[in-house]
């Protein structure tokens, strides 16, 4: 089922963040949200999330769905390690699986150490593969490659590619390489 917003509106204060926006998510897709700094992107994003209210217009097709999530912040649990941060969202998911999974995305070594003691390259990839191992049809993500080397990026969203397959991703990015890679629907705002 796709995910079709209709007719939003937000405003803070006399700032209008969304004017009537509309647009389309496509089942099992990867959508690209691209856009000018203070255009509404993340706003759109906590719309769709619940953590935000629209002044009024709609939105359907996400609710009873599971989602998992990267914000623009890692949001990691400082103090345990990155293996459990990423175990955390599912509980099917073994330290094995998550050594596997840091490995792929080249922090093998970091495994047992915690998530304050990484640099924030290394959080941004804890951050996205603990939203990869959430059992969850919708995964929805604010700028997750901002930041990381080439090399690490590459890597990241190769594996990111291939663990997504049959699911609804909607990304924010400025990056059209990254639409390019992911081969993403886009929707300007």
């Given at each position: 089922?796709?995910?079709?917003?209709?007719?939003?509106?937000?405003?803070?204060?006399?700032?209008?963040?969304?004017?009537?926006?509309?647009?389309?998510?496509?089942?099992?897709?990867?959508?690209?949200?691209?856009?000018?700094?203070?255009?509404?992107?993340?706003?759109?994003?906590?719309i769709l999330l619940g953590l935000l209210n629209a002044d009024n217009g709609e939105f359907s097709g996400i609710s009873d769905r599971r989602i998992s999530v990267v914000f623009q912040e890692n949001r990691l649990c400082s103090n345990i390690s990155s293996s459990?941060?990423?175990?955390?969202?599912?509980?099917?998911?073994?330290?094995?699986?998550?050594?596997?999974?840091?490995?792929?995305?080249?922090?093998?070594?970091?495994?047992?150490?915690?998530?304050?003691?990484?640099?924030?390259?290394?959080?941004?990839?804890?951050?996205?593969?603990?939203?990869?191992?959430?059992?969850?049809?919708?995964?929805?993500?604010?700028?997750?490659?901002?930041?990381?080397?080439?090399?690490?990026?590459?890597?990241?969203?190769?594996?990111?590619?291939?663990?997504?397959?049959?699911?609804?991703?909607?990304?924010?990015?400025?990056?059209?390489?990254?639409?390019?890679?992911?081969?993403?629907?886009?929707?300007?705002?």
């Amino acid at each position: 089922m796709s995910i079709i917003v209709k007719n939003l509106n937000k405003s803070f204060g006399e700032n209008k963040v969304l004017n009537n926006f509309s647009c389309e998510f496509k089942q099992e897709e990867i959508t690209c949200i691209m856009g000018a700094s203070g255009c509404g992107k993340t706003t759109l994003l906590q719309i769709l999330l619940g953590l935000l209210n629209a002044d009024n217009g709609e939105f359907s097709g996400i609710s009873d769905r599971r989602i998992s999530v990267v914000f623009q912040e890692n949001r990691l649990c400082s103090n345990i390690s990155s293996s459990a941060n990423i175990r955390l969202v599912n509980q099917a998911v073994t330290k094995n699986d998550a050594a596997k999974m840091l490995k792929s995305v080249g922090l093998a070594d970091a495994a047992a150490k915690p998530a304050r003691e990484l640099s924030g390259g290394m959080k941004r990839r804890v951050a996205i593969l603990r939203a990869l191992a959430a059992d969850c049809e919708i995964i929805i993500l604010d700028e997750p490659f901002k930041g990381l080397d080439d090399d690490t990026k590459e890597d990241t969203m190769n594996y990111f590619k291939t663990q997504t397959i049959g699911k609804t991703v909607i990304m924010v990015t400025h990056d059209k390489n990254e639409v390019e890679f992911f081969g993403a629907n886009v929707i300007n705002m």
